[in-house]
């Protein structure tokens, strides 16, 4: 596991949404499975359009660990956005 460097806008936590999204996004970023497991409801579905869609909590934590996001060296988030039912996560990620 790495020591996931996080840079995060002030701004991207004032709300419980956007709290939400930036304590997911670092989770992710730092390997933080209990976090996800705990979050993450068992009628996920995680589709990445043209590479894989992934149905229910099990296999989403099982894909998790493949993917380029989890537990990376660093994480930064820029902006966080929260609109009635749509949100939007802006930053980048190294691996």
């Known amino acids: 596991m790495?020591?996931?460097r996080i840079l995060i806008q002030p701004d991207c936590g004032n709300s419980p949404r956007k709290g939400f999204l930036k304590d997911f996004n670092v989770a992710l970023a730092t390997g933080?499975?209990?976090y996800i497991d705990k979050v993450i409801q068992d009628k996920i579905e995680w589709k990445?359009?043209?590479q894989f869609e992934i149905h229910g909590k099990k296999d989403y934590l099982i894909h998790l660990y493949k993917h380029c996001l989890w537990n990376?060296?660093?994480l930064t988030i820029d902006t966080i956005?929260?609109?009635g039912p749509d949100a939007c996560v802006s930053g980048t990620v190294a691996g």
């Open 2 to 4: 790495y020591k996931t």
């Open 32 to 34: 933080n499975i209990d």
């Open 48 to 50: 990445i359009i043209g």
């Open 72 to 74: 990376v060296k660093s």
């Open 81 to 83: 956005i929260t609109h």
